[in-house]
């Protein structure tokens, strides 16, 4: 897949969380069917976060890097980017932490602010992908992922957190 396609599939999903957003109000973005459980406001924050945060500044390193262009994925990376075309239909717990487990949103707009953030940001990074020297870095469950990688995981991490976003949704209904 080529980089403007993986933006281009960006946008979509993208698009469908943002208009989803018009579904909740202040209160339903932090409702929380227990203490394990993210709230969908924490869903969003993390979609969000974790794209500028970590996956663009993957794509950042590696663009401007010639370290580890001999490093591969690893098979799990193989089977999402080969052959899944995304991430297994599997949940996946990372436990709870300071820095990893995403904080409360003080409102809607502060996601729809972030989504508009988000849309620039990977236009930007399109751009500067032109200009990729092919370095790698490593992705926790994948191995070593390239700048044109770490862009794709970005549409990729979206559509698996759908699932997520079905249960709490339901959650939701059922209050």
């Avoid at 949103?105 to 200009?131: A, C, H, T, W």
Wanted: aromatic share 10%.
């Amino acid at each position: 897949m080529n980089n403007k396609n993986t933006l281009n599939d960006f946008l979509k999903i993208v698009e469908i969380w943002e208009k989803e957003l018009d579904n909740y109000d202040t209160n339903q973005l932090t409702q929380k069917e227990n203490a394990e459980n993210w709230s969908i406001g924490q869903l969003y924050k993390h979609l969000i976060d974790g794209t500028l945060n970590f996956h663009l500044q993957q794509v950042n390193l590696c663009i401007n890097s010639t370290e580890n262009k001999s490093k591969k994925k690893n098979f799990k990376g193989f089977l999402a980017y080969n052959l899944l075309n995304g991430f297994p239909p599997i949940k996946i717990k990372v436990p709870a932490s300071e820095t990893y487990t995403p904080k409360e949103p003080e409102s809607v707009d502060e996601l729809k602010n972030g989504f508009q953030k988000l849309r620039q940001e990977m236009e930007n990074v399109l751009e500067n992908l032109k200009k990729d020297k092919k370095g790698k870095t490593a992705h926790p469950g994948f191995s070593y992922l390239n700048a044109s990688e770490w862009y794709r995981l970005i549409p990729m991490h979206f559509k698996h957190h759908i699932r997520q976003k079905e249960r709490i949704d339901n959650f939701l209904k059922s209050k």
